[in-house]
């Protein structure tokens, strides 16, 4: 009987554990300001189009990593004083960006 649990527990990990690595991504990059010569900019906002909780900030190098629910489409780069930019995720784990003003 207990063979049979665990046969049935296997099975089920087995089948349930490809769906949850599928769920999520992660993406990274850095955000650079586009009229020099690529400063990084810090504190720049990044988040999922249509799930602004799905975000996170650029770092003091303007770096970023993002873990990103599956579906999830279009990162949103925004920054008091610069123009937002949309940029397709596309299936891509790296995206760097230059926001211009």
């Keep these: 009987m207990r063979k049979l649990i665990l046969l049935h527990c296997l099975w089920l990990f087995g089948f349930l554990f490809p769906a949850f690595l599928d769920a999520q991504s992660s ?7 586009s009229s020099t010569a690529g400063e990084p900019l810090i504190g720049v906002n990044i988040y999922v189009k249509g799930d602004p909780g799905t975000g996170t900030t650029s770092d003091l190098d303007g770096r970023y990593e993002l873990v990103v629910p599956a ?16 940029v397709p995720i596309e299936g891509r784990t790296t995206i760097d960006v230059a926001l211009g003003q």
């Design 27 to 33: 993406v990274q990059g850095k955000v650079t300001e």
């Design 71 to 86: 579906g999830a489409e279009i990162l949103i780069f925004s920054y008091l004083g610069y123009e937002d930019r949309e």
